[in-house]
């Protein structure tokens, strides 16, 4: 019975990476994080229409973000559960395509495309309004370069928030008794939780704070094996790390900045720089060498990479669960 489990849980992980690449997110289907975000925003009016103490609102945001995220975790196990009780290929299959809207490397690489592909045909324009769907930026004024380096900072660094760094969940909790569905499931919504209401600024300044700490200490670990994958696929590992070493931890988030880096010092290109926010400029840190320029070649190989180490990820996950059922 037990080997039956852990193969039905490498099954899982194997139909939930290919339904990530083969089908992504459908355009106009329901999708977990949509109503993760309602949760969000329903519970982020309400608090803030208290009109609560700083220390009040912090507290709230902890209150918040445990009831999205346990919550999150909660109703995957109980739509697994229910689903495999009726029957277990209905369960097999709910557990796929549920683990599957938690891996985002197919909406990565089609917004990558959306841009690039108006640029290609000389349309900076429509780039530009592209790019602005995907990027907190301001966009009206970039140019080529800058949007390469927008869309390319932007790849890079959702490997790890959008694509590896769920998987790391779904492969921990392949291993647990609940099942990958629920832990990674929890992840996005901390993700989520963070995306939106984990920011510095007025009204979430308070708010938002548990959540920004939370999700920067679930990506620390598997931003750190993002770096170590991407740079062992490079071929020269020491050079890159060498490089998110002298570089990335100038900059503010104590991930991206890592993530970036790597994508950055294997491709030899230069991310970072000047960025304008709402009116505002910000500089940011230098990351890996300008060897060469970035190109659309280099954000496809960029996608490449995350590509090979999720395929990496996927094939040790499943040697381990394979090996614990006994095959």
């Not at 700083?54 to 507290?59: D, I, N």
């Not at 739509?79 to 495999?84: G, H």
């Given at each position: ?101 938690c891996l985002a490397g197919r909406s990565l690489r089609q917004a990558a495309e959306a841009v690039l592909t108006p640029l290609e045909r000389g349309d900076i324009s429509m780039a530009r309004q592209r790019l602005a769907r995907y990027v907190g930026r301001d966009t009206e004024t970039l140019d080529e370069p800058e949007i390469l380096r927008a869309v390319l900072e932007t ?173």
């Amino acid at each position: 019975m037990m080997s039956v489990l852990w193969f039905s849980r490498a099954a899982v992980l194997v139909l939930a990476a290919a339904g990530d690449r083969l089908v992504g997110d459908p355009w106009g289907w329901p999708h977990p994080v949509q109503a993760i975000g309602q949760a969000i925003s329903w519970g982020t009016e309400k608090i803030l229409a208290l009109k609560r103490s700083p220390l009040g609102e912090r507290g709230l945001g902890v209150v918040l973000g445990l009831s999205v995220i346990i919550g999150s975790g909660a109703v995957g196990w109980g739509l697994v559960t229910v689903a495999s009780r009726l029957h277990p290929l209905l369960g097999l299959g709910c557990e796929a395509v549920l683990l599957a809207s938690c891996l985002a490397g197919r909406s990565l690489r089609q917004a990558a495309e959306a841009v690039l592909t108006p640029l290609e045909r000389g349309d900076i324009s429509m780039a530009r309004q592209r790019l602005a769907r995907y990027v907190g930026r301001d966009t009206e004024t970039l140019d080529e370069p800058e949007i390469l380096r927008a869309v390319l900072e932007t790849v890079s660094e959702n490997a790890t928030d959008g694509v590896l760094a769920p998987l790391f969940y779904a492969l921990v909790g392949a291993f647990l008794p609940v099942g990958s569905v629920p832990i990674a499931l929890a992840y996005k919504a901390a993700s989520t939780l963070d995306s939106m209401i984990g920011y510095r600024d007025a009204p979430y300044t308070h708010l938002g704070w548990f959540s920004a700490r939370l999700e920067d200490a679930l990506t620390w670990l598997p931003c750190r094996l993002t770096v170590l994958t991407i740079a062992l696929l490079s071929g020269q590992p020491g050079h890159v790390v060498a490089l998110c070493r002298r570089d990335a931890a100038a900059d503010p988030s104590p991930n991206a900045g890592w993530s970036e880096c790597a994508y950055a010092a294997t491709l030899g290109v230069q991310l970072g720089g000047q960025n304008q926010y709402r009116g505002n400029i910000q500089e940011k840190p230098l990351l890996g060498d300008a060897v060469v320029p970035i190109t659309g070649d280099r954000i496809l190989q960029a996608l490449a990479l995350t590509r090979r180490a999720t395929l990496l990820w996927i094939a040790l996950g499943v040697g381990a669960l394979l090996w614990r059922s006994g095959m």
